[in-house]
């Protein structure tokens, strides 16, 4: 509701900001079930396949784990554009601080996943972090789903569908089936 007044989308920028400036940009639970979903995810895919982050939100979330195993072309997909530099770089934070359980849980070498975080947080701007990273970003409708037909192998998303008005949620799906 803030953002739809004159001015409210900057100060619900503004809010978001000084809520999450001394915060990880992430909880703990929520990493840990990104990386299940990813672990999961490695079971069901070969690698070149592509992955979806639907409602990739504010911190590019599974797209980040997704990137991170190395294997996948990804796609993060919203609506609206939320993510902002900073959030991802405190997430890449809380990522750095659970290389080895990422690593052990994967069942994938230590060393390109350090590699690979040193580098993105290297990166001065969203858009060489999301090149560095191999991330397509994509923002748009999601009753019209810029991705083709048949482009992904597997999806995650994280409380999304709460927030799809519920006249759209049979097109997301639909669109969501088409792409898989």
Known sequence: ??????????????????????????????LRAGI?????????????DGVLD?????YFKDALLYA????????AFDVR???????????LSLLTDHTEEISNAW?????????????WRQCGSLQALLKAARIERVIGPAERMPIRDDALSFASSYCVFP??????????LSELYRAL
């Open 68 to 75: 991170l195993t190395g294997r996948y072309e990804v796609v």
């Open 107 to 119: 069942q994938l070498p230590l060393e390109p996943i350090r590699e690979r975080l040193n580098d």
């Open 163 to 172: 927030h799809v008005p519920p006249a759209l949620l049979k097109e997301e």
């Open 1 to 30: 509701l803030l953002e739809r007044l004159p001015g409210g989308q900057r100060a619900y920028h503004r809010l978001a900001e000084l809520s999450q400036a001394k915060k990880r940009g992430y909880e703990l639970p929520l």
């Open 54 to 58: 639907l409602g990739t939100g504010w």
């Open 36 to 48: 299940e979903t990813v672990r999961r995810s490695l079971t069901h895919t070969e690698p070149g």
């Open 81 to 91: 554009d939320l993510a902002r530099m900073s959030y991802v770089q405190n997430y």
